[in-house]
């Protein structure tokens, strides 16, 4: 039986960053925020008293630190849950994708309509390691939406993107272009 196989460790690291910018970016003016107290407080005293901009300014503080963790915490999971939704098998037959956590979703290619491979990397995938990868079936028009088709990762390791195309290349016997 064909192992079950992931995107890669980098495509973790690639929704990780993804996922957390917001929580960073709250936890820094968070942080801002707190060194910048006691002047937020002397702005906000002619509005309220000294004692009532006091406690709005550290419930102001409080609450951001408080969304910037909750925040990053929901970016981890987050990032977790779309790893582990998308995997693929390499069968002897054909090529099978399995994405979803709650309700899956199982396509099966078979090798021969596979007609190419491509990768392709942006500047910010290159410096992540990681691409996309489409492939190209039978009765598939390079011009057909993304969504449309069944073969892409829009995400997946560049190592395991070039093994992968290496060996269905392999098994369908065609050429890279």
Do not use: H
């Amino acid at each position: 039986m064909e192992q079950e196989q992931k995107l890669g460790g980098r495509v973790f690291r690639y929704y990780f960053y993804k996922k957390i910018l917001l929580g960073i970016v709250l936890l820094v003016i968070s942080v801002i925020a707190l060194s910048f107290k006691d002047t937020l407080v002397s702005v906000t005293t002619p509005i309220f008293s000294a004692n009532a901009a006091n406690n709005i300014i550290n419930y102001l503080v409080i609450g951001l630190f408080s969304i910037s963790f909750i925040a990053l915490l929901g970016g981890v999971f987050i990032s977790w849950l779309d790893y582990i939704s998308c995997t693929f098998i390499l069968g002897d037959l054909s090529f099978v994708i399995k994405r979803g956590i709650l309700s899956k979703k199982i396509t099966t290619i078979p090798y021969k309509q596979i007609q190419d491979i491509s990768i392709e990397q942006s500047f910010s995938n290159r410096m992540m390691g990681v691409c996309k990868l489409v492939i190209l079936t039978a009765g598939n028009d390079n011009n057909d939406k993304e969504d449309e088709s069944e073969g892409i990762f829009k995400v997946i390791d560049i190592d395991v993107a070039k093994n992968l195309q290496n060996t269905i290349l392999q098994k369908n016997n065609i050429q890279k272009s």
